[in-house]
């Protein structure tokens, strides 16, 4: 079934020069003269008694060194189409990381601070913590930009770091293993950041080298 | 496309291309077709791309790119996700993990014939 456009009403069908008209049987190719001197009418799909066994069909893909050259070097071009550029989910994610850090802080000041008659500090800094989590999801919605091959993966394990060590800093509000949690969270966002920095630096570099030379290689 | 019979005498297989055979034998048949190659080269680097990302790329229009996508996705090679964007339907498109896998073969036996020239 194929995929329907986004919305678009249909454009009459376009067929590229020497794409098969639909249904087009496909053109058989020389038949071996011995399978044909054997059984000149061969039943469909039923080899002829003591005929020998067909050698493999060759697609004959048309591919010469020439046109294999152009396609790699399209491929390579599209490759180097992927933008250049921090995806807006780092955004997301440095949001996640300085609200690692002041949550577990703030739990542990509110825990230093002594209980306070009607008023629940944990709770406050919670609902807050949980009020900005949702807010930063916003920008990976709102841009949408395209993740390099890869990055799916590595954002997994990111908010899966960010989630083991938050709920770790929550547990330890208390003591004052809160004063190493929270500032690890300023690690990770670095950590997440400079490999995603370089990959895209790497990336840039061949296409601005092109640009300043005018193209030429 | 054309189909030929070899001729037994070339002691050629079809195979993936394996030690002694062409390289041509490791390429992806689907991918002959020009579009479909670069649809599947603009996929290779992204996670996923939308379907009108995808057709502006290419600079096709939408049936053509509908037919192609078709094709890869009875090939295994792609995978077509249906969203929706408030009301507004959104096909999101991305290679299967097969796909990706003969994609690179594909690419490598190119280079093999690059390099045996």
């Known amino acids: 079934m194929s995929p329907s456009p986004d919305h678009r009403p249909a454009a009459p069908a376009d067929r590229i020069p020497g794409d098969p008209a639909p249904g087009a049987p496909v053109a058989a190719g020389p038949v071996s003269p011995d399978s044909a001197a054997a059984d000149p009418a061969p039943a469909a799909g039923r080899l002829p008694h003591g005929a020998p066994h067909p050698a493999p069909i060759d697609l004959g893909l048309p591919l010469d060194a020439e046109t294999a050259r152009r396609r790699l070097a399209e491929a390579e071009q599209r490759g180097r189409s992927v933008p250049t550029a921090v995806p807006a989910a780092f955004i997301t994610y440095g949001m996640l990381c300085v609200l690692g850090t002041m949550s577990t802080l703030g739990l542990h000041l509110v825990s230093r601070l002594g209980p306070t008659p009607g008023f629940d500090g944990k709770l406050a800094v919670l609902i807050a913590t949980l009020a ?3 807010v930063s999801i916003l920008p990976t919605l709102l841009f949408r930009d395209r993740w390099r091959r890869g990055l799916g993966r590595r954002w997994l394990l990111l908010m899966g770091a960010w989630a083991v060590l938050w709920i770790v800093g929550v547990l330890v509000a208390e003591s004052s293993l809160v004063l190493v949690i929270g500032p690890l969270f300023l690690a990770l966002f670095v950590g997440a950041l400079a490999p995603e920095a370089s990959t895209v630096a790497a990336r840039r570099a061949p296409t601005e080298r092109g640009a300043e030379t005018g193209g030429a290689r | 496309m054309t189909a030929r019979v070899g001729n037994a005498e070339d002691g050629i297989v079809q195979g993936k291309g394996s030690q002694g ?4 034998f490791a390429l992806e048949p689907t991918l002959s077709h ?16 939308p379907f009108g990302d995808l057709r502006d790329e290419l600079a096709v229009s939408d049936s053509v790119l509908s037919k192609q996508i078709a094709e890869l996705e009875t090939g295994g090679l792609v995978r077509a996700a249906k969203s929706f964007v408030g009301k507004r339907p959104r096909t999101t498109l991305s290679l299967t993990a097969d796909g990706l896998r003969r994609w690179k073969r594909h690419l490598e036996a190119m280079r093999a014939i690059v390099g045996d020239a």
């Open chain 1, 132 to 134: 900005w989590v949702a």
């Open chain 2, 21 to 24: 055979e062409h390289p041509r």
């Open chain 2, 34 to 49: 020009p579009v479909r190659f670069s649809i599947v080269a603009a996929l290779a680097a992204v996670e996923s791309l």
